[in-house]
C-alpha cells in the first residue's frame, strides 16, 4: 500500500497571492520522475481553514 503525502495549503486574505497551486504541480511532477513513485501517492487540498 502507498504512502500517502498530504498536502494543504491556503493563501489568507491579508496576503499576496501565492503560486501553490504550481508548487504542487511540481511536487506531483518530481514524484513522477522517481523511481520510488510507486511507493507515495499525493493528495492536496486548497483553502483549508484551521
Do not use: H, Q, W, Y
Not at 504542487?24 to 511532477?29: A, D, F, G, H, L
Amino acid at each position: 500500500m502507498p504512502k500517502k503525502i498530504l498536502i494543504l495549503a491556503t493563501n489568507p486574505l491579508e496576503t499576496e497571492r501565492s503560486r501553490l497551486d504550481k508548487e504542487v504541480e511540481e511536487i506531483r511532477t518530481t514524484l513522477l520522475l522517481s523511481p520510488n513513485r510507486d511507493r507515495f501517492e499525493i493528495e492536496s487540498r486548497g483553502a483549508v481553514r484551521p
